[in-house]
């Protein structure tokens, strides 16, 4: 079993950045796959990004890529999100989760372990 803590969130305007920060607590950090979702008010949680078990194979939303970056440092169990050029519509809490398996990346139904959220206010 894994425990996530989101941190890093906060208010910016528009074309600013922000970095988020989800550290897992245990042992076996480097054995789950590790991915990024928000949530807007009145709107269903999506996929931001994710990434693999050791760190490659990271897959972002066609809304988010090329601005956000994932990132993870296994020897430290966290893993990061840099957001840059942050837009209104990148508004919501910022969720990380964790699951045993690549497959389905992007599905929200397939992770096993939630962190609290952070929030993240874009202004315009």
């Known amino acids: 079993q894994v425990q996530l803590v989101e941190s890093g969130g906060g208010s910016v305007q528009a074309g600013g950045s922000l970095r988020l920060s989800c550290a897992a607590s245990?042992?076996?950090?480097?054995?789950?796959?590790m991915a990024w979702f928000r949530q807007a008010p009145g709107k269903e949680r999506e996929f931001v990004a994710g990434?693999?078990?050791?760190?490659?194979?990271?897959y972002y939303a066609d809304s988010v890529k090329g601005r956000f970056t994932i990132s993870r440092d296994n020897a430290k169990n966290t893993v990061y999100l840099q957001m840059n050029s942050l837009k209104p519509e990148d508004t919501a809490v910022y969720y990380c989760?964790?699951?045993?398996?690549?497959?389905?990346?992007?599905?929200?139904?397939?992770?096993?372990?939630w962190g609290q959220g952070t929030q993240v206010t874009v202004s315009s």
């Open positions: 989760a964790a699951k045993n398996y690549y497959y389905d990346l992007t599905k929200s139904g397939t992770y096993d372990y």
């Open positions: 990434i693999s078990r050791s760190g490659g194979s990271p």
């Open positions: 245990g042992r076996t950090f480097n054995t789950y796959v």
